[in-house]
């Protein structure tokens, strides 16, 4: 009895500190930093650390500034995350700047590595992401408000005014990585077969083709 009693106590404290344990998205650093080095050869989970580092690797200015919104969608998202500051590398955190457009669209896209929080920098916008459960939760915010995506879910945000808008975005991940649903659909390379589209949609392989051409990257 005395046995069985020590046994839940002890799985009692195992649980408690399996469920009070910070969850990151990203491992947990094992030194104070690790500066990728995205020339290495050697393929690890994030990046191989740099042999030496200064402060310009974790300084980064792109998102000081609006970025151009004369595109198809009205906006563009502007990345700060390792790829432009690898001193985020094994850190599990990242930024970015979104701009839109008056009537500018974020399509429905996920984050497949992080939970996405963004803060109005002004204008409004009206956002939403959708659950497994098909539910879209959905609000128009504004300046200075801040609304949650959570991790891998299909979400998105669009410029309903007649101003421009903006948002911080941050993650919980160094690269949170990014699939927006049209374009990883009828874009991929090689591309999806037209017959699986056709059936998905409910869509002749002539409206397949047609949407293929319009989401096609400018060639170059």
Do not use: W
Not at 133 to 146: P, R, T
Not at 157 to 183: C, D, H, M, R, Y
């Amino acid at each position: 009895m005395a046995a069985a009693v020590k046994l839940s106590a002890v799985m009692i404290m195992l649980v408690l500190t399996i469920i009070s344990y910070p969850v990151s998205a990203d491992p947990e650093p094992l030194q104070d930093v690790c500066v990728a080095d995205p020339t290495s050869a050697v393929k690890v989970n994030g990046f191989v650390c740099k042999s030496s580092f200064n402060a310009s690797d974790f300084f980064f200015e792109g998102i000081a500034n609006p970025g151009l919104t004369n595109n198809t969608l009205g906006a563009t998202v502007t990345q700060s995350n390792v790829g432009q500051i690898p001193g985020l590398n094994t850190l599990g955190v990242s930024l970015a700047r979104i701009d839109y457009a008056p009537g500018g669209l974020n399509p429905p896209h996920t984050h497949p590595r992080a939970t996405e929080i963004v803060f109005v920098l002004y204008g409004e916008l009206d956002v939403g992401f959708i659950t497994t459960a098909n539910v879209l939760v959905s609000k128009s915010i504004k300046q200075g408000e801040v609304f949650v995506f959570p991790k891998a879910l299909v979400h998105f945000q669009k410029n309903n005014g007649t101003e421009p808008a903006a948002v911080i975005a941050a993650f919980n991940s160094q690269l949170a990585g990014t699939q927006a649903i049209a374009a990883t659909l009828f874009t991929s390379k090689p591309p999806v077969p037209d017959n699986v589209l056709g059936i998905a949609f409910q869509i002749s392989t002539e409206e397949v083709e047609n949407i293929r051409s319009k989401l096609a990257p400018p060639k170059t």
